[in-house]
C-alpha cells in the first residue's frame, strides 16, 4: 500500500538500500521503501524537495446529519423526530472504496436499515427515517459501514419533553397571556 506520492523530479534522501529498495525520508521522520526501478540517484546530499502528498490507504465513511449534533441536542414535545442525513466514502486509489450500508439505533433498539445493492458501487447514501423517542433522553446512533472493518458512528442526543412539563409550560403561557 502507497504510503506518499511523489511527482517526477523530487528528490528524497535515502539512506539504505534493502533487496531492490531504498529507504527514504518522504516527510521529516517518516520513512517508506521505493523500488530501485522507480527511482534514480541524485547528486550530493539530497534534501527533500519536489512534490509529495501523503496517500491515505483507507478513509472511513463520513456521516451528516439533521438535525446536526454539532448544534446541540435537539428538544421535541412529540413521540418521534425526522433524521435525514447521507453517507459518503472517499474514493480509493484502486476504485474499491464502497459504502455497504447505513443503520440507526434509538437506545438500544434499531430502527433503521439501508444496504447498497452490490451491483451499486455507491460512494453516498441519502437517507431520512422517523425515529421512535421516549420521554426524557434520547441517544440517536447512526453507523455507516464500508466493511466489517471499517466504519464510522455519529450520534445525537435527543430529549422528549415529557407531558407533565408540556402541561406546564402551557399553564404558564395561559397565564402570562391573561
Known amino acids: 500500500w502507497p504510503l506518499a506520492t511523489a511527482k517526477k523530479g523530487a528528490i528524497l534522501p535515502a539512506d539504505a538500500r534493502v533487496g531492490d529498495f531504498w529507504r ?3 516527510a521529516k521522520g517518516r520513512w517508506a521503501f521505493v523500488a530501485d526501478a522507480d527511482v534514480k540517484p541524485a547528486k550530493g546530499p539530497a534534501p527533500r524537495a ?3 502528498a501523503e496517500t491515505w490507504q483507507r478513509e472511513p465513511p463520513h456521516v451528516a446529519l439533521t438535525p446536526d449534533p454539532a448544534k446541540g441536542a435537539p428538544v421535541v414535545e412529540g413521540d418521534s423526530i425526522r433524521l435525514t442525513g447521507n453517507a459518503t466514502v472517499a474514493p480509493s486509489a484502486d476504485g474499491s ?3 455497504r450500508d447505513v443503520f ?4 438500544d433498539q434499531k ?9 451499486a458501487s455507491a460512494q453516498k447514501l441519502d437517507f431520512q427515517a422517523d425515529l421512535p423517542l421516549k420521554t426524557g433522553n434520547n441517544v440517536v446512533t447512526v453507523f455507516a459501514r464500508e466493511d466489517e ?18 402541561a406546564q409550560d402551557a399553564a404558564r403561557a395561559k397565564a402570562a397571556a391573561q
Request: avoid cysteine; aromatic fraction near 12%.
Open 24 to 26: 527514504v525520508e518522504w
Open 50 to 52: 519536489g512534490a509529495i
Open 97 to 99: 472504496a464502497k459504502l
Open 104 to 107: 440507526v439505533f434509538v437506545n
Open 111 to 119: 430502527v433503521f436499515f439501508r444496504v447498497v445493492p452490490q451491483s
Open 149 to 166: 472493518d471499517l466504519q464510522t458512528r455519529r450520534s445525537v442526543v435527543v430529549y422528549r419533553r415529557p407531558p407533565a412539563e408540556m
